[in-house]
């Protein structure tokens, strides 16, 4: 008798499955799903069964398994074949596809393991539904089906990009006694008592981030992944790089659950299913423009008449004074530190990482530049370096210095600041949130609001956004200015973009936007009306990584049905002593990325990203 095991290791995404004997004193206790222990490359590493089968065709007698890790199936049927449809489909290995899927805990914690119940067939999962709403909107809709599944012991999934916005989505978690919190970073005894209550079924109301959407589930009925058009759903590093709303939908398909995206602003590819009567759609918000209070602030006509430049204008000034006299003011401004970079007003040095060469990032409290890419820090310079001279000037301004700006030119109003380097969960910081008229913050702010008291928004440093050459930045700066402007709230916004196309679809409505949207990506070929791969070639010598890279291209050029882009520096392009280039292909929608020559044209160690967030 052998075993089609899998691995649980990081291996080359051209390894799948290998075959192990089963000894005779094993024979009658090994299952599909069963983690067992394998001698792989001399060493002793937990593996997955897969498959048994009577024969092997290799020529000599494979390698037999050490011993029984669990007591039963430890994973379910549909994970087995969930974890093979991902390996194939975003191009890793099935091993270290099935590492994503497991616990990381001790060997005595593994025999500790609750079998899992294996399935009857499931009727095709129901229709999957689309809420454009913000989360109060969405729980209304739902309300009645979750609290009825979850009196009923069934499973329902709550996916979130990040989980700093489980706050707003708390009144929805208020439905269970005891929601279930799952993600990658928890520590591993808090996961795999999570990952246990999943399997066993005690857990009815699930919150996780995207490898929540892996977990052993028992009776799964609904699946919610909020703000589906988040950039956070898509894994990045390490491999596999999937999507949390892409798998949700064939995990539904395998266990009969529904699938509800949510979004302020859902995406072209999720709305194109809605087209095509692959989803039910639903506009939970009221008919009209998406923001009849918008007021745009022209920077540079600001800036002429000031004749100097400030790093917050005195219309804006003006406005956060006017509004906050009857309500709190939300300045949102999604740049962390006291500046985006540094530089020499002498030579014109600008100061990088020595890792990545990403620009750093200077900070005043405590001084230091810091790199956000590499996550590490450096003392702050006397001189440059290439001059010597000791003329430093900062860069664009970081909440740091909005902070103090406003604090000095409105001295009367309580300010407080929110992003990721500053407490906001504490009683204290609550207090003072409650108290303050205008809250300055970041992105990690919108969880932490008192939304029903802000009156106004201001949006600061919205140009970058809109600038980046990516095919998804209208549509996300669309979603973020919505939000902003849900609930009848002014918006007020500067920039040096006043006829932008995103501002103009604020004062329309969401389905010209989205058909204006479609056409552009159609004209650019861009999905959903293809399917778009990633090949980032990577090495130690730029020259060589760029000349692989255009190798690459010319491979696939003779290849049918296949567009393919000349080599772009990622971003960034030189990190850990690594220069990497991205050649981007454009396939037919529905290609499997199987079906083209991997094996003979990418070698191992450089990158493969199937359906990307970024093109850079």
Known sequence: MYAEV???????????????????????????????????????????VMRLKETTELKRLPLPIKRVLSPGAALTPEQLTLAEYISTEYCAALGTTMNSFLPHTTVGELKTLPEVAVKKAVASAPQSLVLRGMPEMVLQYLEKDIRDMIQNGRQVLLLLPELWQDGMWKDLLRLSDSPVRIFSTQKPADFFASWRAIASGKATMILGTRSAILSPFRDLSMIIVADEGNENHKQIEPSPRYHARDLAFKVAGLTGARVICTSIAPCPETMQRTRLGQAEYHDLFPAGPLNARLTIIDRE??????????PISEAVIDSIADRAKTGKVFVFLNKLGFAKSLSCRDCRYLFVCPQCASVLTYHKDPVSLFCYHCQESSPYPLACPKCSGARLGFGAAGVERLEEEISRLLPNLSLVRIDSLTDSSSPEAREKIQQSRVILGTKRALSSLPWEEVRAVVVLGIDNALRIPEFRAHERSLALLTL???GERELIIETSLPD??????????????????LEERKAWNYPPYVRLMKIIVQDRVRVKAFKDAESLVAKFKNHGGVSVSTPMPQSPEYQWGIYRFGVLLRLPPGTSPRSLPFSRLVPDEWLIDIDPESIA
């Open 301 to 310: 006509s600001e800036r002429r008449r000031a004749n100097e430049w400030r």
């Open 484 to 486: 902003f402007s849900a």
């Open 6 to 48: 899998a691995p649980c290791l990081r291996l080359p995404y051209t390894f799948g499955i290998f075959d192990y004997s089963i000894p005779e004193a094993l024979a009658s206790g090994i299952s599909h799903g069963q983690i067992v222990e394998v001698t792989f490359r001399g060493r002793r590493i937990p593996g997955v």
């Open 500 to 517: 932008h196309s995103v501002f103009r679809a604020l004062c329309g409505s969401f389905e010209d936007w989205l058909n204006h949207e």
